[in-house]
């Protein structure tokens, strides 16, 4: 990196040099010339790392298709696509606005909508700034999908990813990260750490994915009448296991692209990511190898994505070791909030509320007890305000979102389209038309 920066403000003197001509009055000092390569590169780096977590919804999308059954995987990939799509102009219209608008109050933003800052003879930052954090409102909205998959109607569906980008995940972004731009949270204002989003993203995902696998109900078939669950395995383990290398590398762009600077803090931000991702698989892999006798293949899958979700609030202010500490924990406590979620009977087909919201709390605490400037009862009391607060509004709205869907266009498909399966009947397609699937 110092090597490129270095030919970068080279390359930057002699444009500088070059400027300097009879049309040009003045030319670039060297400081001009060193903080316009800055910018560039800040610029270029924003760029990638958003396109990386972009990827993320293809390893959403397998992961997803991967841990359910062959006869919805057309439904699956649907739903991820307009994921994307929809919630591109959902966030565009309102939602960046809300989160990031200016704001007199912490509680909202209320300007920057249909990125009325962008000026063709302006700063192109917003744009920039726009490309990333979109990418980062899809990623909330796709969680929900997981824990409501096989059995939510397609247009129930399209209703509340609007209302995921477009409000839910918007209002709670801009109490935690109002100041990046023009606005300002109250939640911020407190100290509240969660850098790039254990809580603002992954959370308010696994909430709202929470308050819609409790609407919806289980699966027909997935609990048997004495309460005891039966298991409904997915389909492709190896596409499942290619969706989660998918949302590892992806990760990449998540945390260390949320310093929107490249300069050398991100060195720290990749290795604590990817240790806790590791030692998350590890942990999880022994946790379930302990539990059931065997090394459980999705328990170890949804590990790795566990530490990952628990380093994200923290990547940037606690240490390696402390990374690796929060991975392990976070790979253990998924397996027993899976166990805990089908003992009461909430049937999440992928994990999702365990892994993107148990776990983006438990990564949120972790970014205050194990902050490197040292941490106090008074960081440990914003945080908890923060994972309650986030709690509070996103399972509250979610909930009564999907009730209302629920009592108006519907929101669960019928018992014979569940059996027949979302594909053919939502769809009328087949992921698989050369092979003989099994609707039950």
């Known amino acids: 990196m110092k090597t490129i920066l270095t ?53 959403f999308a397998m992961v997803e298709a991967g841990f359910t059954r062959a006869k919805n995987a057309v439904n ?25 608008g200016a704001s007199a109050t912490g509680w ?11 000026s063709p003879d302006g700063d192109p930052w917003v744009l920039a700034f726009w490309m990333f954090q979109v990418v980062f ?13 096989e059995r939510t109607k397609f247009t129930g569906y399209l209703l509340y990813s609007i209302f995921v980008c477009g409000l839910i995940y918007p209002i709670f972004g801009s109490w935690a990260w109002g100041s990046l731009y023009k606005g300002s949270g109250w939640l911020e204002a ?37 309460g005891s669950m039966r298991p409904i395995p997915g389909h492709n383990m190896p596409l499942a296991a290619l969706g989660v290398f998918i949302l590892w590398l992806g990760w990449f762009g998540f945390n260390p692209g949320s310093t929107t600077t490249a300069d050398k803090s991100i060195a720290m931000i990749f290795v604590n990511t990817n240790l806790a991702a590791a030692t998350g698989a590890v942990f999880a892999l022994i946790t379930s190898w302990f539990k059931f006798g065997k090394p459980e293949v999705s328990m ?10 628990g380093i994200t609030a923290g990547c940037a202010n606690v240490s390696p070791i402390s990374a690796v500490i929060i991975g392990a924990v976070a790979g253990v406590l998924v397996v027993f909030s899976v166990l805990l979620l089908d003992k009461i009977r909430i049937d999440d087909p992928v994990g999702a509320v365990s892994v993107h ?11 205050g007890i194990f902050n490197i400037g040292g941490t106090t009862a008074g960081i440990i009391g914003v945080q908890l ?22 009592k108006t266009v519907g929101l669960r498909v019928s018992p014979e389209e569940e059996i027949e399966g979302l594909d053919s009947l939502e769809h009328a397609g087949n992921a698989y038309p050369d092979f003989e699937v099994s609707s039950i």
């Open 137 to 149: 409102a899809a990623t909330a909205a796709t969680i929900v999908s997981g824990a409501m998959a």
């Open 357 to 367: 919201g148990v776990c983006g709390a438990w990564g949120t605490l972790a970014a």
């Open 7 to 59: 030919a970068l403000v080279t390359i930057g003197l002699l444009a500088g040099s070059a400027w300097a001509s009879d049309e040009t009055p003045t030319a670039l000092s060297n400081k001009e010339a060193i903080d316009l390569v800055q910018t560039h590169a800040n610029y270029l780096w924003t760029l990638i790392a958003a396109a990386l977590v972009f990827f993320m919804q293809a390893g």
């Open 190 to 226: 407190l100290g509240f750490i969660d850098f790039a989003g254990s809580t603002v993203v992954h959370s308010v995902g696994g909430w709202a994915a929470l308050a819609g696998a409790i609407v919806l109900g289980p699966r027909l078939g997935k609990y048997r009448s004495d």
């Open 108 to 118: 909202f933003g209320t300007s920057s909508f249909f990125l009325a800052d962008f």
């Open 385 to 406: 305000l923060g994972i309650g607060a986030c709690f509070a509004w996103t399972f509250t709205t979610a909930f009564i979102m999907f009730k209302l869907i629920d």
């Open 300 to 309: 170890s899958l949804n590990g790795a994505l566990a530490g990952l979700v």
């Open 76 to 100: 699956i990939l649907m739903k991820n696509l307009m994921d994307f799509s929809m919630g591109s102009l959902i966030y565009w219209a309102i939602g960046f606005g809300l989160m990031f």
